[in-house]
């Protein structure tokens, strides 16, 4: 009676289907590079860049929430005063940010007899 008749379709532009997933999962990679990865490496040297600025009298404020002025620095520990004659020892890592910066000792104005006018 009638025969029946199977025709295979090619896929069109079947060449180009194997480009499109790499390109989205460049383009997914690249999105989480800016989005995620760069912001924190920028957040990280920032901190230990704050870290490493830390100096004496410094007002500091702990991980744990704990206000401290540093008394002393050393290698990788920093000697907070958290009350008066109360003395502990932290990680540096363990410091979040800086209350406030000591002042540094101003030079001293010396006025010369020939520089002043009377």
Same mark, same amino acid.
Do not use: N
């Given at each position: 009676?009638?025969?029946?008749?199977?025709?295979?379709?090619?896929?069109?532009?079947? %060449?180009?289907?194997?480009? #499109?997933?790499? @390109?989205? +999962? /460049?383009?997914?990679?690249?999105?989480? =590079?800016?989005?995620?990865?760069?912001?924190?490496?920028?957040?990280?040297?920032?901190?230990?860049?704050?870290?490493?600025?830390?100096?004496?009298?410094?007002?500091?404020?702990?991980?744990?929430?704990?206000?401290?002025?540093?008394? %002393?620095?050393?290698?990788? #520990?920093?000697? @907070?005063? +958290? /009350?008066?004659?109360?003395?502990?020892? =932290?990680?540096?890592?363990?410091?979040?940010?800086?209350?406030?910066?000591?002042?540094?000792?101003?030079?001293?104005?010396?006025?010369?007899?020939?520089?002043?006018?009377?």
């Amino acid at each position: 009676m009638g025969r029946s008749v199977t025709v295979y379709y090619a896929a069109a532009g079947g %060449g180009a289907g194997g480009f #499109t997933p790499i @390109l989205m +999962i /460049a383009l997914l990679f690249g999105v989480m =590079y800016f989005m995620m990865i760069r912001p924190q490496q920028k957040r990280r040297r920032e901190a230990e860049s704050m870290q490493s600025a830390l100096g004496p009298g410094d007002e500091v404020v702990t991980i744990g929430g704990l206000y401290g002025t540093v008394t %002393g620095i050393e290698d990788e #520990t920093v000697l @907070l005063e +958290i /009350a008066p004659g109360v003395q502990t020892r =932290y990680a540096r890592p363990a410091i979040a940010r800086v209350v406030t910066r000591a002042e540094l000792p101003s030079e001293p104005v010396t006025e010369d007899a020939d520089t002043v006018k009377e």
